[in-house]
């Protein structure tokens, strides 16, 4: 690999990563805790990721338990999922919330699929500017005669391989995702 391709390659990583996180907050058929990673609560006169106020477990495969740490964020945990809008079921238990995920239907699901359709999308444009980096990298070593034109070639074509397999990678964890909310 050469190193243009070498030095954005911790770049390409951190797409694929971010477009693993960005999606997996999209709802399937499924219970996920996943699915409250955005959440924030405001508790303690600050806001805090839900996650650091309370514990959060799945219970089975339609249900989410939250059992905050103090009893006495409840209430704005509660709140805070309610403002998430995440059409989850809240049911306050008193001392824990259980979020059920009701069934799906078929317009809610390809409307999900259409977000998963537009979030890979901007996956593949940062993989795309990404490779534009490189290429002008490439072209000014060329320009400035630290590479010849057969490396600058070679390079070329060892960056437009690496992208196709980015591309690649992101088009198999979309379909993954697609099958996941599309099975009843």
Do not use: C
């Not at 630290?146 to 196709?164: H, L, Q, Y």
Request: proline residues 2%.
């Amino acid at each position: 690999m050469n190193q243009y391709l070498q030095e954005k390659k911790l770049e390409f990583d951190k797409v694929i990563e971010f477009f693993r996180k960005d999606i997996s907050s999209l709802r399937t058929g499924r219970a996920n805790v996943a699915m409250l990673d955005g959440i924030t609560v405001e508790a303690y006169g600050i806001k805090n990721p839900l996650v650091s106020v309370g514990n959060i477990s799945t219970t089975d495969a339609k249900s989410i338990v939250i059992t905050p740490w103090d009893k006495g964020v409840l209430k704005d945990v509660e709140k805070a999922i309610m403002e998430a809008n995440l059409g989850l079921g809240i049911v306050n238990e008193g001392d824990k919330i259980r979020l059920t995920v009701s069934p799906m239907t078929e317009e809610v699901r390809k409307e999900l699929v259409k977000k998963l359709n537009e979030k890979n999308e901007h996956a593949k444009v940062s993989a795309r500017g990404i490779r534009e980096i490189i290429k002008k990298s490439i072209e000014e070593a060329e320009k400035d005669g630290a590479i010849s034109e057969d490396d600058s070639e070679r390079f070329m074509k060892e960056m437009d391989e690496e992208v196709k397999k980015i591309n690649d990678e992101l088009k198999g964890i979309r379909d993954k995702k697609e099958a996941e909310i599309m099975t009843i």
